[in-house]
C-alpha cells in the first residue's frame, strides 16, 4: 500500500444535469461517510437553472463547474478523468453514494493488483428493493465490466485507451471501455467491500434515449469485438433480445435503436478490436459487474 495520504490517492468526480435535489442529498452522504477530505470535481452539464444550494463546507477540496453547453455524460466524464490529478477517479453519479464497507480497503486491494483496470462495486437501489450489482463471492473477482454509478477507476491507463467512446453517445460506455482493457490485459474486479446506493432518479431520464442507445450501441459492441464465426449467432441473439423486450415494455426504441445500429457500422469500422476465440471465451465466463 502506498504511503500517501487516500487524498492524494483518490478524487471523486461527479457529472450533474438538472438533478439538484440528487446530487445535494448525494454530497451530504458522501460528506457524512468520511469522504469530505477527498477532492471532489462536479462537472455540470449545461443545467437548465443554476445550481440552487450552497456546496457543502464539509468538504476540504471541492469544486463545481458549469458549461454553456450540453454535450452528454461521456464527454463529462472523460473530461473529469483528463482534470482529475490523483492515481485513482472515484466516479460517482448525481444519485449515487457510498452506505457501507471501506474505501482505504478498496484503494489497498487496487494497490495491490498489478493488471487493476476499475473496481467495480456492489450496487444497491433502494427504490427498487433490489441490487443493480450483487455480489457473488465475499472476496474480491474479475468481471466483464463495471456500473457507472459508482466505480473506482486507474486514470493512467484510463487515459491511455482513450477514454470513453464518445461515439457511443449514451449508453454502453462501460463495457467498450473494460474490453479494451481486457485486450491489454488490465482487468475489472468486483470489490464487495464497499457498498453504493443509486437512487436512480426519474429526473432528467428519457427513456426513449436509453431504449435507443442501449440498442444501438450493443450492436456496434458485438460489431466491434464479437470474433466473426461468432457474430452472426451473437447479432441475431441481441437482435431477438432487444425485440421481445420491446414489445413487453411497449417502447420501441430498442427496436429503433438496432436499426440505427446496423446502419452505423459502416461508420465506425475503424473502432473494431476483435477478440479471436479463445480471448472471447474468456470473457465470456466472466460475471457481468
Not at 473530461?79 to 460517482?92: G, P
Not at 442501449?214 to 460489431?223: E, K, P, Q, S, T
Amino acid at each position: 500500500m502506498s504511503e500517501l495520504p487516500m487524498a492524494e490517492l483518490v478524487s471523486i468526480g461527479i457529472a450533474t444535469k438538472n438533478r439538484w435535489d440528487d446530487l445535494k442529498n448525494s454530497l451530504l452522504h458522501v460528506a457524512a461517510f468520511g469522504f469530505q477530505d477527498l477532492p471532489v470535481l462536479i462537472y455540470d452539464d449545461h443545467s437548465a437553472d443554476p445550481c440552487p444550494f450552497k456546496l457543502p463546507e464539509t468538504f476540504t477540496a471541492i469544486e463545481f463547474q458549469v458549461f454553456s453547453e450540453s454535450q452528454g455524460y461521456i464527454v463529462r466524464r472523460n473530461q473529469l478523468a483528463r482534470a482529475i490529478d490523483t492515481k485513482y477517479y472515484l466516479s460517482l453519479d448525481d444519485d449515487s453514494f457510498p452506505v457501507s464497507g471501506s474505501l482505504q480497503a478498496a484503494v489497498e486491494f487496487a494497490e495491490a493488483c498489478d493488471d487493476l483496470f476499475c473496481l467495480s462495486f456492489p450496487i444497491y437501489n433502494p427504490s427498487l428493493g433490489k441490487y443493480q450489482s450483487p455480489s457473488l463471492q465475499d472476496h474480491p473477482y474479475p468481471v466483464k465490466a463495471f456500473v457507472g454509478c459508482g466505480h473506482l477507476l486507474h486514470r493512467e491507463r484510463f487515459l491511455a485507451l482513450g477514454g470513453y467512446r464518445e461515439a457511443l453517445i449514451h449508453q454502453g460506455e462501460e463495457l467498450d471501455i473494460a474490453a479494451r482493457a481486457f485486450q491489454q490485459g488490465w482487468y475489472c474486479y468486483h470489490f464487495p467491500g464497499l457498498e453504493i446506493y443509486h437512487l436512480q432518479s426519474h429526473a432528467g431520464r428519457n427513456w426513449h434515449r436509453m431504449d435507443f442507445y442501449g440498442a444501438r450501441n450493443n450492436v456496434l459492441w458485438n460489431d466491434w469485438f464479437v470474433p466473426p464465426e461468432l457474430k452472426v449467432v451473437k447479432q441475431s441473439r441481441t437482435f431477438l433480445s432487444r425485440i421481445l423486450h420491446a414489445l413487453h415494455v411497449r417502447r420501441m426504441g430498442q427496436l429503433q435503436g438496432q436499426l440505427a445500429g446496423f446502419k452505423a457500422i459502416p461508420q465506425y469500422r475503424t473502432h473494431r478490436q476483435i477478440m479471436d476465440i479463445q480471448q472471447f471465451k474468456q470473457w465470456q465466463i466472466l460475471p457481468c459487474s
